[in-house]
């Protein structure tokens, strides 16, 4: 059973009074096992529309380390759906234990040249793999529709009833930006919502733009921090590793490389440069991820310490 509302605590840290800012952590890393942080809020109402359209198989896309495809594997194992996912490269010699962990739940696995997970449509690979249209649901990668907006848009309301105030400012990572939309659209143009890219560019500012309008939400009070990236998506450098492992040994709360990680270190070096005025709340959504870390530390040798 997922644990709701997730918890929220406070971190701190000398820096942070030094500056008169509060700092709350939304810990929707507990909020299940498996089905973690943000992806289980962009399943919610997924999955409910996959029942409800009697779907017995979820097909969705990802890469390699992919915290979605984790997410929609233990979802259909826990729920009883066929799981199928699209893997961005070629099948690796050896497995990792994100996709061993997917081999483990039951999804099946196809690994696609990167043209083709490109260029191909989701009718496109239905037809390539033979499912049937009816019972199959299509989530796209990250799982970043209007229903997954829909689910991280109950945050603010969950955090205000929680804390019994609304933060001046929301935290989260973007990959896709759904998050970060989902987020604006639940703070109903109160407070604000801040996303930190953990991908290069600034193609974000229009990705949420254009989420945001797909679904109908008109909210203008949100903003992505594109210097945070670290030389892009699954990037770091020393500075990031050490910002990780400092946080664990004080605070007891891991941070996974590719997104939570970053995300806080941008939160610390914001307030650090003063862009708050004193007297601010600030949130920050631990969105999860700490699957990855397994994956990343087998790749690069025990970087983040566990
Ligand atoms: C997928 C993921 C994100 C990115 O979420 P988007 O909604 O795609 O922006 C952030 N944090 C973690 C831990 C994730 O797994």
Redo the contacts with the bound molecule.
Sequence with gaps: MPVLPSPIVEISDSMLSSHSVRLWLKRD?LIHPHI????WR?LKYNLEAAQRQGCHTLLTFGGAY???LA?TAAAGREYGYQTVGIVRGERPAKLNPTLRFLLECGMELHFVSRSSYRNQGPDDWLQQLNLPVAGTCVLPE???NCL?LMG?AEIPAEVEEQLGFLPDVFF???????????IAAGLKGRSRAM?VS?LKGDF?RREVSALLQHCDEKTKNWEVLTEYHFGGYARFDDALIRFINRFRARQQVAL?P???GK?MYAVFDQVQQGAFPEGSQILV??????Q?IAGFNERFGGLIEV
């Design positions: 890393d973690s942080g943000n992806k962009k992919s915290n979605h997410a990250g799982g970043a997954a991280c989260a990572a973007c990959g896709t930006g759904a998050t970060l939309a989902g996303g953990v974000l996974d590719v997104y939570t995300l959504l631990h969105s999860g991820g700490l990855g």
